[in-house]
């Protein structure tokens, strides 16, 4: 057991925190909405290699592991920064493990976005797809066939949604299609990166869970009511406490789901449902009380807490509801936990 | 080496030996015996773990150390709660020999830690009052000196396994004219002295704990811990090894594994599973979800202090998140269980032996020992999130 980052790792926790604070401050998210995408920062981010981080170095990419990812997508969460990087990642991912040369190296060269879509289409279409305003190729599983198909007209308008994320139905005969596998391979696959994505995405919120724990402690701690700090009040401190708790909680259980993927542990898939879960509960309970702890003003558009209030609860959204996943747990049980 | 959560077990190498041990040496009624008598610790066994040099592991042989590897002891304690065995007067003895090694005088730790290895000192804590838990420093138990001795007189609660204690580590006032976390001391008091008396205190989940008096019970001035009135820097370092030390690296059984075992088999009356039952399988994948959480502030506190850092923040994380969760998860199951749910293990029928419905009685003081959840959250908002202390007697 090691608990603690490699050199490597820190350093690339602290090239990318700094890039997200630097190129995606508040005004930037504002900026963004409602889409939830700014073209210029995915364009930056592309130039640093985040495009095509999850390629592997042989094909051109970036060659990182789920847990770099992990520190990627927890940075992208701490500023709700407006780009695809978790979508880009799993669907990237899963086109060097199953596409044709052609579509893999466009996206390493940026001239291409990949996504997912989360469920099997039904119909002639993918509904909701998380990125899939944005991406021009979406990797869909329909009746056990796992395509990748290309989007015309990407970016797309916004659909207006509560997370402002640039989610949108897939139309599948619309662009050119390529069948990646079928079959079993093909629901392996999909699934595989269904779990990919809610690991990544876990990860995400426990960034946006820090990062509202964060200014919920700042404004208690400068906010005056019956002439002392709010967060003085046991009541506000012990609220505060339990968030903080459950932060640290979740974030081990993203880098714990992470690294199951990359050691390929047979309860990756358990893991990082149990992540997404978890750090979703986590983040939207740290953003609401810290909203509440913000009395009216919480409840302006004007402080920023209210934009990863929405996001807390609207980005694991998109995956389902939760508690019918908690009711699929127990049926993985059988020392999923283990390792 | 990158992010490794993988949980080597440790001890692999002694677990053979150390169950070869615990099958020759742990006597099967025990457990049956120390849940009749509601006393956790029994002194046949614990005779036996002093013979074999295991309490004396891992401690200098000036003191009455062995030479017994202290990762085999670990796996032989591990044996012990695998069988249902507590241990908690060793528990609390150690926790005292290790505050007497740091703040006792050479003769101290001579006179104590030796013959408690050997198994002839036994300690239970005195630090609670019928009017102080949390607020330890506001304990109202006097000891005033006379002459070369200490007179002691107060009330002492919850001085658990105290029926087979040699003595109580008890917390007293000895300056009444001072601010109160200065005019503290501590003493080993002997459970055979004149005017020691204890009473039994019957607990929801079948412990029998006491509630201890002191009247004008005499003790020699060697059987002060510290200074006289600097208590406090006792306690300080007597309660980060009741704080600090979380469980060992037993891979535990879960709930939720036990809960979707049952819930896979026993069927309702039109022939589904329990578990086909959303509602069930939603309440065991929480449980689930939980505990993994737990194990891993559990497994993150021990990765701190092995590092050498003191885990005052980490480990008031794990106790806060794992006993909170603990509660919730007896109530759920005994919820998932219906009706049969309400059975005591005294009942005939009771599912799982009537674990649950014992488990639900027994979790119930774990959010108050060791640390209430209240004091737990208060050092994390304090010292994790440098929030304003709000008590104003500290």
């Known amino acids: 057991m090691n608990l603690d980052f490699t050199d490597d790792q820190e350093a690339l926790r602290a090239a990318l925190r700094e890039f997200f604070q630097k190129e995606s401050p508040p005004q930037t998210v504002r900026a963004a909405e409602p889409l939830g995408f700014d073209a210029v920062l995915w364009h930056k981010a592309v130039e640093l290699g985040l495009g095509s981080i999850a390629i592997p170095e042989n094909r051109g990419g970036g060659g990182a592991g789920f847990v770099e990812l992990a520190i990627a997508a927890e940075l992208l969460g701490r500023s709700l920064a407006p780009v695809p990087l978790i979508e880009a990642a799993v669907a990237n991912a899963l086109l060097a493990a199953a596409a044709p040369e052609a579509l893999v190296a466009a996206a390493v060269a940026g001239e291409s976005l990949a996504t997912l879509a989360l469920h099997p289409a039904a119909g002639g279409v993918a509904r909701l797809v998380p990125a899939g305003a944005v991406a021009d190729l979406v990797l869909v599983l329909r009746d056990e066939e796992l395509l990748a198909v290309r989007l015309p007209g990407r970016p797309a308008v916004a659909v207006p949604n509560l997370g402002a994320m640039p989610v949108a139905d897939c139309p599948l005969d619309a662009g050119e299609t390529t069948v990646l596998a079928k079959g079993p391979e093909a629901v392996a696959l999909h699934r595989d990166a269904v779990h990919q994505w809610r690991s990544l995405t876990g990860a995400a919120l426990v960034g946006i869970a820090s990062r509202a724990l964060e200014i919920g402690v700042d404004y208690v701690k400068q906010r005056r009511a019956f002439d002392t700090l709010i967060g003085g009040f046991q009541s506000v401190q012990h609220r505060l406490a339990d968030n903080a708790t459950a932060l640290e909680g979740a974030r081990l259980l993203a880098y714990k789901a992470a690294w199951a993927h990359d050691v390929d542990l047979p309860a990756a898939g358990t893991l990082s449902t149990m992540s997404l879960l978890f750090a979703a509960e986590t983040a939207f309970t740290t953003a609401s009380d810290s909203l509440h702890f913000h009395g009216g003003y919480g409840y302006t558009l004007e402080y920023d807490i209210q934009l990863y209030f929405r996001r807390a609860k609207a980005w694991p959204m998109v995956a389902g509801d939760r508690r019918a996943a908690y009711a699929e747990l127990p049926h993985r049980l059988s020392g999923a936990t283990e390792g | ?394």
């Open chain 2, 1 to 394: 080496m990158t992010v490794d959560f993988w949980e080597a077990d440790e001890l692999a190498a002694h677990r053979a030996t150390a169950r070869a041990w615990a099958e020759a040496n742990i006597e099967p009624h025990w457990a049956e015996e120390q849940h009749r008598t509601g006393c956790h610790q029994t002194m046949e066994l614990h005779a036996r773990l002093a013979r074999d040099g295991i309490l004396a592991a891992g401690w200098p042989a000036e003191y009455g150390g062995s030479d017994v590897d202290p990762a085999f002891a670990q796996a032989i304690f591990d044996e012990c709660a695998e069988r249902d065995l507590h241990v908690d007067g060793w528990t609390t003895t150690s926790m005292v020999l290790h505050t007497i090694a740091h703040t006792g005088t050479e003769a101290q730790k001579h006179e104590y830690i030796p013959a408690a290895l050997r198994g002839e000192i036994l300690i239970a804590l005195g630090y609670s009052e019928p009017d102080s838990g949390s607020d330890a420093a506001a304990a109202k138990t006097t000891a005033v000196r006379d002459g070369d001795t200490w007179v002691i007189n107060g009330q002492k609660m919850f001085t658990s396994t105290a029926q087979v204690c040699s003595h109580i580590f008890v917390l007293t006032r000895t300056n009444p004219d001072v601010p109160k976390h200065k005019g503290l001391s501590l003493f080993l008091v002997p459970t055979s002295a004149p005017g020691y008396d204890l009473q039994p205190i019957h607990t929801l989940g079948g412990q029998v704990t006491n509630a201890t008096f002191f009247t004008d019970v005499r003790v020699p001035g060697s059987a002060l811990i510290g200074e006289p009135d600097g208590g406090w820097n006792v306690m300080r370092v007597a309660l980060i090894y009741e704080r600090g030390v979380s469980s060992p690296s037993r891979i535990e059984k879960t709930l939720a594994e036990d809960l979707a075992s049952w819930a896979r088999e026993a069927r309702r009356p039109d022939g589904t599973t329990v578990l086909d039952d959303p509602l069930v399988a939603e309440r065991i994948g929480r449980i689930a979800v939980d505990e993994e959480v737990g194990r891993l502030l559990g497994r993150w506190t021990n990765w701190q202090a092995a590092k050498g850092g003191i885990p005052g923040v980490e480990g008031s994380m794990r106790k806060l998140f794992f006993t909170e969760a603990e509660q919730r998860h007896f109530s759920d199951a005994l919820d998932i269980l219906g009706a049969e749910g309400l059975l005591a293990p005294e009942a005939p029928g009771a599912p799982a032996g009537g674990a649950f419905e014992h488990g639900f009685r027994a979790a119930v003081v774990t959010t108050v020992y060791g640390g209430t959840s209240e004091i737990l959250r208060d050092i994390i908002a304090q010292r994790h999130l440098g929030l304003p202390r709000n008590r104003p007697g500290g």
